[in-house]
């Protein structure tokens, strides 16, 4: 699997997996770090380091399981970019010496190169004698050319819970305040989201939109002078990344967490469960797994990717209905207490593998 780092959301449930007590209680578990890459930034590029890493993993691998005889392998590899190419190699060597193997897909990206023929011919052989582990089942799409329903389990992620109380209520304030949290990068929507803001205002609304997340492909000087151009400099602060209370702190003080994110390997938003956490309702978009966590106007609403004006409706529906948007965020903070807890993701990814060693 893949740990940190770098800190990415399926290195993260790497971690929460290698530390859960109720896995390692239930099985006897060997545990190796898939990555090859420390930075984010390193993530699909190819290099001497790299390959190296490979090749030292591809011996570990093979020790450990001449030592240990696992009765299952289970395996979190890449669904698209270069790195599909490293961790199809690695499921074919493992293929080798043991053939009760499962895949724990937490991106996407299979179908939109299923079509080409390299592409396909890899992902026929790829998916031969697998079982996957999805998301959710608006994912399943992307892998139904290869395989059957019938061979695939979901379990949707889980997270701990907040270091800083999110039933505390928030500081009074008259001004609404937004919340953004992902990495700075435009696929996360952060200038769908600017734009939005920017229309917001024209409307006449008193607000605060809060950025948080590290600096990629939109740099700190750029976004800056976008928030100058729109004439958003009291409207919008952005704060870097937060992490730990710092992070907590800024979610108790939001009244809506906004999310338009066009990623294409968008699956399952973490940061849509830590805003459900804090009783936030969201404003996010159909990408991925997306809806499952966020039901349309039950625990907040879902928009089209790069639509501003119908981003800019519903932050405008979140501030002229506090009260509703308030019972919006309970509804969402009831849902993350049946379904996204940690313990709740432990539970089920026990489930399914004892299911898989039967």
């Given at each position: 699997?893949h740990m940190?780092?770098?800190?990415?959301g399926?290195?993260?449930m790497?971690?929460?997996?290698?530390?859960?007590?109720?896995?390692?209680?239930?099985?006897?578990?060997?545990?190796?770090?898939?990555?090859?890459?420390?930075?984010?930034?390193?993530?699909?590029?190819?290099?001497?380091?790299?390959?190296f890493?490979?090749?030292?993993?591809?011996?570990?691998?093979?020790?450990?399981?001449?030592?240990?005889?696992?009765?299952?392998?289970?395996?979190?590899?890449?669904?698209?970019?270069?790195?599909?190419?490293?961790?199809?190699l690695?499921?074919?060597?493992?293929?080798?010496?043991?053939?009760?193997?499962?895949v724990?897909?937490?991106?996407?990206?299979i179908?939109?190169?299923?079509d080409?023929?390299l592409y396909?011919?890899?992902?026929?052989?790829?998916f031969?004698?697998l079982?996957v582990?999805l998301?959710?089942?608006?994912?399943?799409?992307?892998?139904?050319?290869?395989?059957?329903?019938?061979?695939v389990?979901y379990?949707?992620?889980?997270?701990?819970?907040?270091?800083?109380?999110?039933?505390?209520?928030?500081?009074?304030s008259?001004?609404f305040?937004?919340?953004?949290?992902?990495?700075?990068?435009?696929?996360?929507?952060?200038?769908?989201?600017?734009?939005?803001?920017?229309?917001?205002?024209?409307?006449?609304f008193s607000?605060?939109c809060?950025?948080?997340?590290?600096?990629?492909?939109?740099?700190?000087?750029?976004?800056?002078?976008?928030?100058e151009?729109?004439?958003?400099?009291?409207?919008?602060?952005?704060?870097?990344p937060?992490?730990?209370?710092d992070?907590?702190?800024?979610?108790?003080?939001?009244?809506?967490?906004?999310?338009?994110?066009?990623?294409?390997?968008?699956?399952?938003?973490?940061?849509?469960?830590?805003?459900?956490?804090?009783?936030?309702?969201c404003?996010?978009?159909?990408e991925?797994?997306?809806p499952?966590?966020?039901?349309?106007?039950?625990?907040?609403?879902?928009?089209?990717?790069?639509?501003?004006?119908?981003?800019?409706?519903?932050?405008?529906?979140?501030?002229?209905?506090?009260?509703?948007?308030?019972?919006?965020?309970?509804?969402?903070?009831?849902?993350?207490?049946?379904?996204?807890?940690?313990?709740?993701?432990?539970?089920?990814f026990?489930?399914?593998?004892?299911?898989?060693?039967?």
């Open positions: 699997m940190p780092p770098p800190i990415h399926a290195a993260m790497g971690k929460y997996i290698h530390d859960s007590k109720l896995v390692n209680d239930e099985f006897e578990c060997r545990y190796i770090n898939m990555s090859t890459s420390n930075k984010l930034n390193d993530i699909g590029k190819i290099n001497l380091h790299k390959l890493s490979l090749w030292s993993l591809l011996k570990v691998i093979r020790k450990i399981i001449r030592d240990f005889s696992p009765g299952l392998i289970y395996l979190t590899p890449n669904a698209s970019g270069k790195a599909f190419f490293k961790d199809f690695i499921i074919q060597f493992v293929k080798c010496h043991c053939r009760n193997i499962v724990h897909y937490h991106n996407k990206g179908s939109t190169n299923q080409k023929w396909d011919k890899l992902h026929k052989k790829l031969e004698d079982k582990i998301l959710s089942k608006e994912l399943y799409p992307d892998i139904s050319k290869y395989v059957m329903q019938e061979d389990y379990c949707a992620n889980g997270i701990p819970m907040a270091s800083v109380d999110p039933v505390l209520k928030k500081e009074n008259a001004v305040r937004f919340l953004f949290l992902s990495n700075m990068m435009r696929s996360k929507g952060v200038y769908t989201l600017l734009n939005a803001c920017m229309l917001l205002k024209k409307k006449g607000f605060i809060t950025f948080i997340g590290d600096w990629k492909d939109i740099t700190e000087i750029d976004f800056r002078k976008r928030v151009a729109l004439q958003l400099t009291n409207n919008v602060i952005a704060v870097g937060k992490y730990g209370e992070k907590q702190r800024l979610l108790s003080m939001a009244d809506c967490f906004v999310f338009p994110t066009v990623y294409a390997n968008e699956a399952f938003s973490l940061v849509l469960l830590e805003a459900m956490q804090h009783r936030l309702p404003i996010s978009t159909y991925g797994g997306i499952s966590i966020v039901d349309d106007e039950e625990t907040g609403f879902l928009v089209e990717v790069h639509n501003e004006e119908m981003l800019c409706d519903k932050m405008k529906w979140m501030m002229e209905n506090p009260d509703e948007a308030k019972k919006m965020g309970n509804k969402g903070w009831s849902k993350f207490q049946q379904e996204y807890t940690l313990e709740a993701f432990e539970q089920r026990v489930n399914i593998l004892k299911a898989l060693t039967c």
